[in-house]
């Protein structure tokens, strides 16, 4: 099974939304935009990606979700 190296970072904020923020009109639309944002975006070794809150702003809500990306190469050999 593959995994994207972002779907913890999803898994935390769909809870988030769920546990607080779920009388935000289409508030689970929001992950998709994380989704979107985290899937599109151009990311560095050794770069720290955060999520907040998307509604910290309104509500002064502090939740956050943060980790470092770790690029790893492993060279294949080609077949003959």
Known sequence: MRYIWYESILESLRHHIE???????????????????????????????????PWSIHCKCEWEVAGEIRFKFKPMELKQ
């Open 19 to 53: 546990a607080k923020h779920m009388d935000q009109p289409d508030a689970l639309q929001e992950l998709s935009f994380t989704e979107e944002y985290l899937h599109y975006e151009s990311f560095q070794d050794c770069e720290e990606v955060r999520i907040v809150c």
